[in-house]
């Protein structure tokens, strides 16, 4: 049984930057890819980032150069650094695992339950 929290999340003016992190916990043998979504009123959920379990990253065209996720394994902790950041960057960013392995489970697809970045002109 795992459990993923995002935090870092606030309100910045544009120019700026936050450092979003999500921790996974509960008792965790390995996490395979990891990444970070975003969803902002009446839009659909979009991906941001991933990280594969190696190191491997995938960016959005429109967050490529401003943003860089990176993620410490043996603090099953996945992080997004956002620099640059614009007023169309204002959403509840999610952290999502694919596959976490746990002593109890197998889990195929995990959602944090997301922090609120707003960036304001």
């Known amino acids: 049984q795992a459990r993923l929290v995002e935090s870092g999340g606030g309100l910045v003016q544009a120019g700026g930057s936050l450092r979003l992190s999500c921790v996974a916990s509960g008792n965790i043998f390995s996490i395979n890819a990891m990444g970070w979504y975003r969803q902002a009123p009446g839009k659909q959920r979009e991906l941001v980032a991933t990280?594969?379990?190696?190191?491997?990253?995938n960016y959005a065209d429109s967050v490529k150069g401003r943003f860089t996720i990176s993620r410490d394994n043996a603090k099953n902790t996945v992080f997004l650094q956002m620099n640059s950041l614009k007023p169309e960057d204002t959403a509840v960013y999610y952290c999502r695992a694919d596959g976490i392995r746990t002593i109890t489970s197998f889990e195929r697809n995990s959602w944090g339950q997301g922090t609120q970045v707003t960036v304001s002109s």
């Open positions: 990280i594969s379990s190696g190191g491997s990253t």
